[in-house]
Each structure stands twice: as structure tokens, then as C-alpha cells.
């Protein structure tokens, strides 16, 4: 199996652009996660999905931030417009269950974004 | 709430000496428990989890955690450190009652092996 992939492995944008972080969760995993990585905060749940649809976005800083799962293959998650304070790595993760908490949870090599 | 720590930082040990990182958690109800290692610049990857049964949950590389209720504790143990477990290690909770299934994570301990 390709594990979970996400696209770009790096980006470097300037303040006030708007960024796209892409996910393609394991094939037959029905949940996903985006999780947010910083020295000062550690590892910061954004948003999770379950079949596709958001269960907890509590963890979404503010509008600049969305996310979307169109299908069980593909996620989304966007940044617009984007500040220098959003630099980090991004991780999107994927499990197979009913969402109880207790499946194992697989991460992809993570996106690092530098926003100058 | 929910919440996980992890009170050391850095754990610093001899390669061949046995290795101890701490967990500690505390959940509203019954917790799901794993272990997570991150190497540099790579995503987190699975080591262990308690979900129900022996206490003493074995894991990936050597790697086990016993699971402590009455101290609510969950450390990462291995008899004898390599030089390659030099990683970032992540303790994570999730509360069993809870219908959101999410994990909260630890702070991370960053562990170093010397030879």
C-alpha cells in the first residue's frame, strides 16, 4: 500500500496568498484527520472527517481556514489569505472504523509551509 | 477534558541501557492509549495501543507501555536502547465514552540514544 500521500512536500508563498494542501487518505479508510505542527503548540488537531463528512472543526483557527473531502480519496485543506503565523508542518492522517477513537491512526510525510 | 502529558522533554540514555518515556493522562471516562514516534522530517508513525486487556501492551521495534489506571499512567518502555530509537515520541489519548473519536496528543519527548 501507498500509505497516505499529501502534495506539495514543501511550499514557500508569500503573505496574503492563497495556499492548497492536498491529502489522498489509504485506500478503504473512512476517516481522516488534518493536524497542524509547530514548535510553540505541538501537534494541533484542525479538522477531522468521518464518510466524508466533518465531525470536529473545532481546531480550525478561523475562516482563513477550510477544508473539504469531496470523496473518500481526495481532502482539501486551505488557506487563504495566508499569514506568516501559519508556517508549519501539516499532516493529514487516515484510519479505518466507526470514528470511537480507538483505530490506529496513519500519517502522510506531512506538507511544510513557510509563508513570508 | 481531555489531555495528555509528557513530562520530560528530552530523555537522554546509553545505547544498551533500558529506556523510560512518560506518559501521563487523564480522560472523563475509560481511555484508548497509543504511542506515536516521529523521526525527522516524517510523519508520526504507530508503535503501540491500549485499548483493552493485559495491561502490558507490546509494540513495534521492542517497544512496550503498561497501562496504569489507578496512577492514569501509560509510559514507553524498551529493555535495551539503539542508537536508531533516537526519535520524537508521542503519547496520545482518546476517551472511550466519547462519540467524537478524536486523539489528543502529547507535547512529544524527544529522546536521544548515545553509543
Known amino acids: 500500500d501507498a500509505g497516505v500521500i499529501q502534495s506539495p512536500r514543501h511550499e514557500v508563498t508569500e503573505m496574503g496568498q492563497e495556499v492548497t494542501l492536498r491529502c489522498k487518505p489509504i485506500?478503504?479508510?473512512?476517516?481522516l484527520f488534518w493536524y497542524r505542527q509547530t514548535m510553540m503548540r505541538g501537534l494541533e488537531l484542525l479538522i477531522y472527517f468521518n464518510n466524508n463528512v466533518p465531525i470536529d472543526d473545532s481546531g480550525m483557527p478561523e475562516d482563513r481556514f477550510s477544508a473539504k473531502m469531496p470523496n473518500a480519496s481526495f481532502s482539501t485543506l486551505k488557506i487563504q489569505p495566508s499569514e506568516p503565523r501559519d508556517s508549519a508542518v501539516y499532516f493529514c492522517a487516515s484510519s479505518l472504523g466507526s470514528g470511537t477513537g480507538q483505530e490506529t491512526q496513519y500519517f502522510g510525510p506531512g506538507t511544510r509551509l513557510l509563508v513570508l | 477534558a481531555q489531555s495528555v502529558a509528557q513530562p520530560e522533554d528530552q530523555v537522554n540514555v546509553a545505547e544498551g541501557n533500558p529506556l523510560t518515556v512518560k506518559c501521563t493522562y487523564s480522560v472523563s471516562g475509560n481511555p484508548y492509549l497509543f504511542w506515536y514516534v516521529q523521526y525527522p522530517n516524517r510523519g508520526l508513525q504507530f508503535l503501540l495501543k491500549y485499548i483493552t486487556g493485559d495491561n502490558l501492551v507490546k509494540g513495534s521495534y521492542g517497544f512496550e507501555a503498561e497501562f496504569n489506571k489507578s496512577q492514569t499512567s501509560f509510559h514507553l518502555k524498551k529493555p535495551s536502547a539503539l542508537v536508531s530509537d533516537s526519535a520524537l515520541y508521542f503519547c496520545?489519548?482518546?476517551?472511550?465514552?466519547?462519540?467524537?473519536?478524536?486523539?489528543?496528543f502529547g507535547r512529544g519527548t524527544q529522546l536521544t540514544v548515545w553509543p
Open positions: 496520545a489519548v482518546a476517551d472511550r465514552g466519547s462519540t467524537l473519536g478524536r486523539l489528543y
Open positions: 485506500s478503504g479508510h473512512n476517516s
